[in-house]
Structure formats: structure tokens, C-alpha cells
């Protein structure tokens, strides 16, 4: 419905709901500087909300179309009853439409909220963008701003410690040499930025507009009275040398030159002429007011040296007043500094861990390297291991493969590694061999490489088994009465003989 | 020019007074608060000149807390400094110490007043969209139209259930009230909302200060809870750490009845323990106010800014009970209340109808009742009859002791003690009649026992016993020698083989019965004692007594001791096998020998003689197998013993 009464009495509901929900983060429990952080985002998130639904509620009490009279008008009078059954009607039409519809009041908004917010073992998400080496709004990250500095015109080199211990003393930085250039302006600038940007992201409240307006007040105030430090100098170094020149004993300009190109500037200085050009032509600028008052002089000498001076003061004071406003941040960030430079220190003092981070990053770029290549390098012609790549030439030797052993029974075949040689008396090429001679390959031709040896081998074992059969000549025993035991040979030869 | 002069006129003056003072004096810093002061007043001094300090110097003569710009206060020296340091630059914005921050810090603000309450947040029941809607725009008439409007429609709709919102116990009619209470400010806002908003969308700083100032008194007001928390905590743990054993009776004091409305009111020892705590919390507070006042002494300027920690709230203890109005009774006998009750008398006469006892003052009804009524005595007196016919039937009082005492004696189980609770049914002192009849097995006389009885009789019998009874049955007791012989007979045949018992027999005695032998009895039977006599008879013509088991060479005599006994040449009676082709018939044949001589000699006469190798040739004596290199009296072989050649098989087979 677009009740115009309705639709204002939720904003005020919603504006009262902000302030609460905005109450109870701020008590909520935060456990890491990370919730802190996220924290204070939030809190910004329901302030801007706050303040748009404060905007949009006041148009509508301004009435500037009068809507919010009409239905006034309409919802009162004679026919409210006509009206209220005719709204009724329109209700009853649309949720007849649309019966699923889901009501979203404010109250179930604003209670899921609620829950996340008391949970203070939630899951922080990232909702603001920092560097590593700001870790999430702890410390400060200013090498980009350190390289700016130490290039800057006269400056003594320092290193990053020592520039995050001094970077807001900038009366140390000398006046006329440095802070003239476009690059210290471009510097501090830079800075500034930085610094504010930091603050946005860490301290979102804050209210840096009135910080800068009370910094902008007090440096303009100090800087017009003469007494600003850091930009003071000007006047009390000009002031012994502005001393006027009595222009009585002189006749003419070329009298002048005499004095020199600096006392000639002095003077004209003294009383606000142009300084610049040569000598001859100082002279007669200044040999031209003898006698006559300044109100006389030419206007266009006059108006063109004041303006440069005040185009001068109106440069200073605004480098003036932003470094003001540097050091104001830097006081706020005054914790962030410190945890800065602990951190800066902290790593400085993890070289042996670098050094091995290092190290990892060379061997990732060996690796990359490597499976690149498509033929490896392989000079000494060694086996490749499981990963495609030559073994070690230690693991080489270590196996042996450096010697080789040939086969006479296998055709000559040569074999890498004692391994290699003592397997491949099992094989199909050492056994054919064998079958070729006629021989068993049995464990007795273990290491025998030779035919001759083989053949040899063979017929020995071939007569020791012939031995062996049963001889019953030999083997046969016979016994006589006397209970001796003989063989059948030598027992037939006594019979014969008639000895038993 | 004039500003210039200043300085320098500035700067000359405060460099010799600074430096004389740090060479006489030293430099002595102040205190937090006071150094405070000190900074600011150098920074102007530095900034406006010395007429701003002899101004300031003239209008705070009287404060105490600037003595610092005099010449002789010790910190005058720190002043004189602090103004040469801010002239010179040097110092460009003050530093606050920590402890002046933590200072500042205890003296926040603390919120007195609650925030305005929320105008426009209320939760309804339920979420349905269509109730929802429904009732805002109910709520926005109603708060148009007013209170007629309201009645006119429930009047309408009071049978639609839709509407119920409207009446009082609905869930949603403090929802719906709500609503119009807010429709209501929608419709008629103050005059200044316009402004009010468009400030509140662009000043900042007051949407600011109002959340802030709500976070610290939510804060505010969860410390004052748990402030009243910890007290309670703290008020119970003190309860329970009073110790009443410390408490002991110190005197007894006794009061007159006269003298109880004096005494103060009845108390609990609850109200004891609040009145302890009480005097503990007073002598805390004494010695808490003590500290406040060293402390004040110390320092008076942290008495302006310091905030006084609120003061403990008065306890009041709570009120003791109502006062009682009981009465103290002394000398209370509780005794003596029964001694005094008047005991009555009563008279009692024996009737001279019936027999009873009967008290005096019923006597009248008594005889009325039994001369009037004759069935009364009938009833009476059989009644009296069924009685006695009962009291045979129960047993008396005494009895029954008697009967427990014969009934605990059987049951031991019951009332036993001990061991004596697995014998069950026995009576106590029965134990050792039985064990004495168990000794003794006497015969009844009955024809059912007298079987059972002999066969005990019998298994108690030893065997020797038997034996004894046999023999003197046949006659053999009274030749003990005899008997003796016949106990000897029976290891030798265990010991020996059959086969060469039966040859011997025949060998001794070939004269004698030839028919009659082979089927000789086994020995020992009582029943025919004359075939035994004569093997024993024929064996004491052989030689020495016969083994009575087997035998082992541990058993011989020694060897030197033999020969004390037996020496010179023995003849042995050797027992031929049955050996044809060493032309042997299983006859005897004597050999003599020399008792010392080894048995590698007798094998020698052996071979000799029937030509059998000496290799075959394996003697046995007395179950012993000999052993060549040993000799006759090594196996106490005497004058005609008895060997027995065997032939000794190749490959371990016997055929």
C-alpha cells in the first residue's frame, strides 16, 4: 500500500530502530581488532542510514505536494466508512493475488541484526580494503610516501624508521630550498591523503571537517601574526639587510653600480620595487626615485612585486596549514605509529625467517623452470628415476651400473650392475643358451658364463652320477659263518678260491 | 618591529633566572595536577608576555594553586623553564601524563536521567502480511475519526473474525493500540518536527552525543546491578562464614516472673546473624571514613576534582517478630499433675445369683435382669459351656515355652551357631551318639539289613586278613617255612619268560609224572596246596635263594666284598638254545672259570666248544645282560649259577 501516513510512520519506527541497534553494537562484546573494526563500519552504515531517513522524513512533513493533506482530507469527513471499506477492498484484492506474500516488517529486519550482533564468535568478513602491511587498520603502511621524502630536494637520507619517528617535524626541513619545490607539495599532499584515507577506513565516526577547520583557524592566525614556526624566518633574516639607501651622494646610476647587485636589492626591496634584472638596470631603477616620493613611482613596478609576494603568502599558508593538519592526524594515529614501527622492527629482526622464504620462492622458480624443459639434460647418459629426470650420479655408482658383465652362453650380451647379471641366469636368453648345449639350467651353471666351462661342468656331473647308481657288484653284502661281512665280489672270489 | 623587541627583551630575562636556578636549586617537577596548570600558564606567559603574567600574578594572589609564580615556591624554577621552552619552540603541544588521563577518566559523566523512550517501535504477534495491513489501516481511521469511529465498526463487524484485534484480550490489541498512538503524532506533529529533522540530518554531532549517551547509561545501569549483585553475593558468603561454634555459654542469668516486660523482644538466629554483620559493617565503615580523612590530609586539591564514591546505604536490621506475651511457668513438674488426680473407689460385691463380681452400684439392675429374663440364663450358661469346651484345645502359657525350647533344639538351621547350622533335624547332643554308632556295625536282627550288614562286614576285612582265615582253614599255618617258600614262588615267575620255566621243570625233573605237568594251575590257590610243594622242594637243591624282583646292577654286592665269600675256579651251569646250525639242543653244559676273569672267557670256551661266534653269543644271568669286560664276581656269580645262553640276532628282528 502507499499510504502516505503509513509510509511515515515507518521511517520514524526505522530511525528509532537505527538508534537502538547502533546502542547495542556499540555494548556488544568484540573479541579481535578485526570485529572492532567491522564494528565501527557498522555503526557508520546505520549513522548514514540515519541520516537519509532523517532527510527523506522531514520532505515529507514539508508537504511540498500536498499528498500527505489529501489523504488526511480523504480519511476524514462525512464518507470514512465509504473510504475504509473501499482500502479494505484494495487489501483483500491484492493479498488475494499474492497469498504467499511474506510481510518484512522492520521488527524481523532489525532482529536479525540483533543476532548477529550479540554473537561475538561470528565470522568477520573483509568490509573494508587494507594492505598487508596494514593487517586490517593495526598499523600504518607510508613506503610510499617514505620514497617521495627522501627524494625531495636537500634532504638528509634517513631510513624508514627513523621517517615514521619524524615525518610530522617539518620544522627541520629547511624553507627556502625544499618547501618551494612542486615535489614537497605533491609530498605532503600525498600524505595528508593517505592519513585520511587511513582514518576513514579505521575511525569512520570521526568528525575530521571540524578537526580541520579548528587546525585551519589557529595556523592562519599564527601564520599572519609572523610567528608560525617553521615559517617565520622571512622577515627576521630580511629585516638588517632591507636597509634603505640614502640616494643624497650619488649623481647619477652609474654611481650606484658601485655598491653591488645584493645592496641594490636590499634597497629596491626596502621600498617595495622590483629586485630582479642586471646591475645597470637595479641602478636605474633606483637612481629614478631620487627626489621623489613612492606614491610618484610607476604603478606597474609597484603592483607586479606586491602581488608576487602576496601569491607567495597565499602558497605558504596553504602548505602551512596542511602540514597542520598532518601532524593533527598523526597525533590521532599516535597508537597506530607506535604499532607501526614495533612491526617494522619486529620483521627486520625475522631475517633467518625471510631468508628461508626466500629460498622457497628461488626453489618454486627452479620447479617452473624445470617443467619446461622437454628433454632433459643428461651428458653421462644415466637411467631416468620414476620422475623422468637422470638418477644421481652417487645412486649411479652406488648400484654399480658403472661396471658391465658379458655372456658368452647368451651371445655376448653385455649387462649393467651385478643386479642386472646375477637375474639374468633366470632369463629366456641365458636358458635358450643352455638348451642349445644340451645342458640342464639348474642351480650348478650359477655364474657360469663360459660354453667350454659349462660343457665341462656338465660331463663331471654327468660321471659323478654314474657313480652313484647301484652296483650290485659293489653293493651287494654277503656274510660268511663267522659272521664277516663281505662283498658279493670278493665273497664269490673266497668260494672259488676255497676259503670259507 | 616592536613584537621583535619583546622577544628579545623576553628571552634575556628568562635565560638568567632559569639558569640560576637550576645551578642553586634543581629542577623539582610537580605534581600531576598542579604541572597541568604550570604548562598552560608558561604557554601564555611565552605567548602574551610578562604583562600577562603580572596580571595573572595580581588576580590569583590568593590562590594557592598559582604560588608557583612567586620567586620562592620550590617550583618556580620548573615554571621559569617551561616559559623558556614554549618561547623557544621547543615544546610545541603539551603532553597529558597517563596518570592525569586515568584521572580524568574516573570522573566521567555519569548519565542521571534515562534516554527518551522509543515512540514508534512495536512488535507485532504475528507476521501475516493481510492481518498486518489490516490492522494499520484500522489504526489510521480510528486515529482520524476517533473513539466513534471504533464502536461503529465493531458494532458492524462483530461477527468477523478478522476484527477480533479490536477487542481486549486479543494478542494484537496492544499492537493495534500502539498503532494508533503513533498514527496519532503522525497526524498532528509538533510545530518544530520540520526543523527538528532537517537538523537531525545534518548536525552530526547530536545524533552522535544521544547514542553515546545511551551506551553509558546502559552501562551505567548494568553497573549498578551487578554493584547490588556482588553485595548480595557478598552478604550471603559473610552469612555463611559465621562460625556459631564460636559461641559459648558465658553466664546464666535468671529473671523474676515480675521482671519479663522489661527484657527485649524475642529474637531468631537469623536476626542474630544480620545483628553481626552489622557490627562488622560498622567497624568497617569507622575505619573507612579513618582512610578519608589521612587521605584528605595528604592532598586538598584532589578533593575538588575527585567524585565521592556514593556512601554505603544505612542497614537497617530487619524488624524482630511480634512481641510474645508467653508465660514463664517455674518449677514446672510434669509428674506431679498424675499424682494429684483423685483416684476413685469402687466396691465391688460377689452376687449371690450368678457368682460375679460385681461393682455395687449396678446391683440393682443385676438381680432385675436375672430374675425378670429366664432365657438370659440359659444363653448364660451356654455360653459358659462352649468356653470350657475351648480351653482343652489351646495350649497354656507355660507350654508355649516349652514348645519354642524343643522346637529351637531340632531347628539349628535356625538357631544354631556356627557349624552347627548345616546338621539339619538333629538334635543338640545327638552329634556324638551318632558318630559312636557309625564306629560299631551292629546288627538289628532284621532280615532286610543282615545282607547290607555282611557286605560291611566285609569291605573292613584286609587281605591278609583273608589269607590268614583260608590257611587256617586248610591247616598251613602251623609251617611258617612253608609259607614263606610259597610267598617267594610268585615274582620269580613274573620276572622270567615262560618258555624257560617249562624247560626247566622238565630238565629237573624227567622221572616224575611227564603227563601230569603241562597243565600245572596258577599258584596261590588255597585249594590245592600239595601240587605246589615240590617245585619248591626241586629249587632248594639248585643253588642260593632266587631273585624276588627284577634286578639291576645297582643291586649287586661290590665286587671286593664277593670276593671275600667265593674265590678260586667256579663251575657255571650254562643253559644251551635251541640253535641247530650251531649244533646246540637246549641241553645244559657246565664250564669253569675263574671268578676274577672277565665273561669274554666263558664266550671263549663257548665257541670252542660248539663253534658259535663269540660275536652271536649273549649270556644273561639273573635278568642281567653281561658284559664282556667284566668278570664273574662283578655279577656275584657263585658255584653252579645258573646262565642262559641266547643267540643274538642281526638287524634287531626277532624270528
Known amino acids: 500500500m502507499d499510504s502516505c501516513l503509513e509510509t511515515i510512520r515507518n521511517l520514524h519506527e526505522e530511525r528509532e530502530r537505527l538508534i537502538d541497534i547502533t546502542v547495542k553494537e556499540k555494548i556488544a562484546e568484540k573479541l579481535t581488532h578485526k570485529a572492532k573494526v567491522n564494528s565501527e563500519q557498522r555503526v557508520k552504515t546505520f549513522v548514514d542510514r540515519y541520516y537519509s531517513v532523517s532527510a527523506e522524513l522531514a520532505k515529507f512533513y514539508k508537504d511540498e505536494d500536498g499528498s500527505k493533506s489529501m489523504e488526511m482530507d480523504s480519511v476524514s469527513g462525512p464518507n470514512e466508512f465509504a473510504e475504509f471499506y473501499s482500502r479494505l477492498k484494495v487489501i483483500k484484492d491484492a493479498h488475494r493475488r499474492n497469498p504467499d506474500e511474506l510481510a518484512e516488517p522492520l521488527t524481523v529486519e532489525f532482529q536479525k541484526i540483533n543476532e548477529e550482533i550479540i554473537n561475538p564468535e561470528r565470522a568477520e568478513p573483509d568490509m573494508v580494503e587494507f594492505s598487508d602491511e596494514e593487517a586490517y587498520g593495526r598499523f600504518l603502511d607510508l613506503h610510499a610516501q617514505y620514497d617521495k621524502f627522501i627524494n ?8 624508514y624508521m627513523t621517517y615514521l619517528l619524524n615525518f610530522e617535524k617539518f620544522t627541520e626541513i629547511p624553507k627556502n630550498t625544499t618547501k618551494k619545490t612542486g615535489a614537497y607539495k605533491e609530498y605532503i599532499n600525498s600524505l595528508k591523503d593517505y592519513l585520511v584515507s587511513f582514518m576513514q577506513r579505521t575511525r569512520p565516526l570521526h568528525d575530521l571537517d571540524s578537526v580541520f577547520s579548528e587546525v585551519n583557524q589557529t595556523v592562519e592566525r599564527a601564520f599572519k601574526a609572523g610567528n608560525l614556526p617553521g615559517w617565520e624566518a622571512d622577515k627576521n633574516k630580511n629585516g638588517p639587510q632591507a636597509a634603505a639607501v640614502d640616494l643624497s651622494p650619488y649623481n647619477s646610476a652609474e654611481e650606484l653600480e658601485g655598491l653591488g647587485l645584493e645592496r641594490l636589492k636590499g634597497a629596491l626591496m626596502a621600498i617595495g620595487l622590483k629586485c630582479g634584472g642586471t646591475l645597470k638596470e637595479r641602478a636605474d631603477r633606483l637612481f629614478a626615485t631620487k627626489g621623489h616620493k613612492l606614491s610618484d613611482l610607476e604603478k606597474a613596478a609597484m603592483s607586479s612585486n606586491n602581488s608576487d609576494a602576496e601569491k607567495q603568502n597565499a602558497k605558504n599558508l596553504t602548505l602551512a596549514q596542511t602540514e ?6 598523526a597525533d590521532i594515529l599516535a597508537e597506530e605509529r607506535t604499532g607501526t614501527r614495533e612491526n617494522v622492527e619486529r620483521k627486520q629482526a625475522r631475517s633467518a625467517g625471510e631468508v628461508e622464504e626466500e629460498e622457497e620462492e628461488e626453489i618454486v622458480i627452479e620447479e617452473e623452470e624445470e617443467i619446461d624443459e622437454s628433454a632433459p639434460y643428461n651428458p653421462k647418459n644415466l637411467p631416468l628415476g620414476w620422475d623422468g629426470k637422470p638418477i644421481p650420479y652417487w645412486l649411479y655408482k652406488l648400484h654399480g651400473l658403472n661396471l658391465s658383465y658379458s655372456c658368452e652362453i647368451c651371445g655376448n650380451q653385455t649387462y649393467k650392475g651385478p643386479k642386472a647379471f646375477q637375474k639374468h641366469f633366470n632369463e629366456w636368453r641365458h636358458s635358450h643358451g643352455m638348451r642349445c648345449l644340451g645342458i640342464p639350467n639348474t642351480s650348478h651353471f650359477a655364474n657360469i658364463t663360459k660354453i667350454k666351462d659349462a660343457l665341462d661342468l656338465w660331463n663331471k656331473l654327468k660321471t659323478e652320477k654314474e657313480m652313484a647308481k647301484w652296483n650290485p657288484d659293489i653293493d651287494e653284502e654277503y656274510e660268511d659263518s663267522s ?4 662283498t658279493r665280489k670278493m665273497y664269490e672270489d673266497l668260494k672259488r678260491q676255497g676259503l670259507l | 618591529m616592536t613584537a621583535v623587541v619583546s622577544n628579545r627583551e623576553e628571552d634575556s630575562m628568562n635565560n638568567e633566572p632559569s639558569l640560576s636556578g637550576r645551578a642553586i636549586i634543581g629542577l623539582i617537577y610537580p605534581p600531576p595536577d598542579i604541572r597541568t596548570i604550570v604548562d598552560k600558564t608558561a604557554r601564555f606567559a611565552a605567548k602574551n608576555g610578562v604583562d600577562f603574567e603580572n596580571k595573572i600574578r595580581e588576580k590569583e594572589a590568593k590562590n594557592p594553586k598559582f604560588n608557583f609564580l612567586s620567586i620562592t615556591d620550590p617550583y618556580h624554577a620548573y615554571y621559569k623553564k617551561m616559559v623558556y621552552d614554549f618561547s623557544e619552540g621547543r615544546v610545541e603541544a603539551p603532553k597529558v601524563p597517563q596518570a592525569v588521563k586515568e584521572h580524568v577518566k574516573k570522573a566521567e559523566f555519569v548519565p542521571s536521567a534515562p534516554p527518551p523512550a522509543y515512540e514508534f517501535s512495536a512488535d507485532p504477534s504475528t507476521i ?23 464502536t461503529q465498526l465493531m458494532t458492524r463487524e462483530a461477527r ?17 493500540t500502539k498503532l494508533v498512538d503513533q498514527y496519532q503524532k503522525v497526524l498532528v506533529p509538533s510545530t518544530n518536527v520540520v526543523a527538528q529533522l532537517q537538523d537531525d540530518a545534518t548536525n552530526k554531532k547530536r545524533l552522535i552525543e544521544d547514542i553515546n549517551y545511551r551506551v553509558s547509561w546502559e552501562k551505567h545501569q548494568k553497573g549498578l546491578k551487578d554493584r547490588e549483585e556482588a553485595e548480595a553475593e557478598k552478604e550471603r558468603q559473610a552469612y555463611a562464614s559465621i562460625d556459631w561454634h564460636d559461641f559459648v555459654v558465658v553466664q546464666t542469668v535468671d529473671f523474676q516472673p515480675g521482671d519479663t516486660s522489661q527484657l527485649p523482644p524475642l529474637c531468631t538466629p537469623k536476626d542474630v546473624g544480620a545483628r553481626i554483620l552489622l557490627e562488622a559493617r560498622n567497624e568497617m565503615q569507622k575505619a ?20 565521592q564514591a556514593p556512601e554505603a546505604p544505612a542497614f537497617t536490621a530487619p524488624l524482630p517478630p511480634t512481641k510474645q506475651k508467653d508465660v514463664i511457668v517455674r518449677d514446672y513438674d510434669p509428674k506431679r499433675n498424675v499424682t494429684q488426680k483423685p483416684k476413685a473407689v469402687e466396691n465391688w460385691i460377689i452376687s449371690p445369683l450368678t457368682g460375679e463380681r460385681i461393682p455395687s452400684d449396678k446391683l440393682a439392675e443385676h438381680v432385675r435382669y436375672n430374675t425378670v429374663d429366664s432365657q438370659y440364663k440359659e444363653d448364660r450358661d451356654r455360653h459358659i459351656g462352649e468356653r470350657s469346651t475351648e480351653e482343652p484345645v489351646l495350649a497354656l502359657g507355660a507350654d508355649i515355652s516349652r514348645n519354642l525350647g524343643n522346637f529351637a533344639e531340632r531347628r539349628t538351621d535356625i538357631f544354631g551357631v556356627g557349624g552347627e547350622q548345616t546338621m539339619i533335624g538333629k538334635k543338640l547332643g545327638e552329634e556324638d551318639n551318632s558318630q559312636q554308632g557309625q564306629n560299631k556295625l551292629i546288627w538289628d536282627g532284621t532280615e532286610e539289613t543282615r545282607d547290607m550288614i555282611t557286605r560291611a562286614v566285609q569291605n573292613k576285612v584286609t587281605l591278609d586278613q583273608q589269607i590268614n582265615e583260608i590257611h587256617r582253614q586248610h591247616g598251613f599255618v602251623a609251617d611258617p617255612s612253608k609259607e614263606k617258600i610259597g610267598a617267594q614262588q610268585v615274582p620269580r615267575h613274573q620276572s622270567t619268560q615262560g618258555n624257560v620255566t617249562i624247560t626247566q621243570g622238565i630238565t629237573n625233573i624227567p622221572g616224575q609224572m611227564p603227563s601230569g605237568w603241562p597243565p600245572v594251575p596258577p599258584m596261590g590257590m588255597p585249594g590245592m596246596p600239595n601240587q605246589a610243594l615240590p617245585p619248591i622242594r626241586q629249587m632248594d637243591f639248585g643253588g642260593g635263594p632266587p631273585a624276588k624282583r627284577p634286578r639291576t646292577e645297582d643291586d649287586l654286592i661290590p665286587e671286593a666284598d664277593w670276593l671275600k665269600k667265593v674265590n678260586g675256579a667256579i663251575s657255571l651251569n650254562v643253559h644251551l638254545p635251541q640253535a641247530p646250525e650251531h649244533g646246540m639242543d637246549g641241553s645244559i653244559v657246565q664250564f669253569t672259570i675263574q671268578v676274577t676273569a672277565p665273561m669274554s672267557e666263558l664266550k671263549q670256551q663257548i665257541q670252542d666248544r660248539y663253534g658259535m661266534p663269540v660275536g652271536k653269543q649273549k649270556l644273561m644271568s639273573d635278568g642281567l645282560f653281561v658284559k664282556d669286560n667284566m668278570s664273574s664276581a662283578f655279577y656275584n ?14 638287524g634287531g628282528k626277532k624270528k
Open chain 2, 288 to 307: 573507612a571514613a579513618e582512610m578519608q580523612e589521612m587521605d584528605m590530609e595528604e592532598s586538598d586539591s584532589d578533593d575538588e576534582d575527585a567524585v
Open chain 2, 637 to 650: 656269580l657263585a658255584d653252579r649259577t645258573a646262565i642262559y645262553l641266547q643267540v643274538k640276532e642281526r
Open chain 2, 160 to 176: 468477523n473474525y478478522q476484527f477480533d484485534f479490536l477487542k481486549p484480550a486479543h494478542c494484537n490489541f496492544t499492537y493495534f
Open chain 2, 128 to 150: 501475516n502480511a493481510y492481518d498486518l495491513d489490516l490492522i494499520r489501516l484500522v489504526a489510521l481511521f480510528v486515529a482520524r475519526n476517533g473513539r466513534q469511529f471504533l
Open chain 1, 152 to 159: 625531495l630536494k636537500n634532504i638528509k637520507r634517513v631510513d
Open chain 1, 324 to 329: 597542520a593538519h598532518i601532524m593533527a592526524l
Open chain 1, 483 to 486: 659272521g664277516n661281512v663281505v
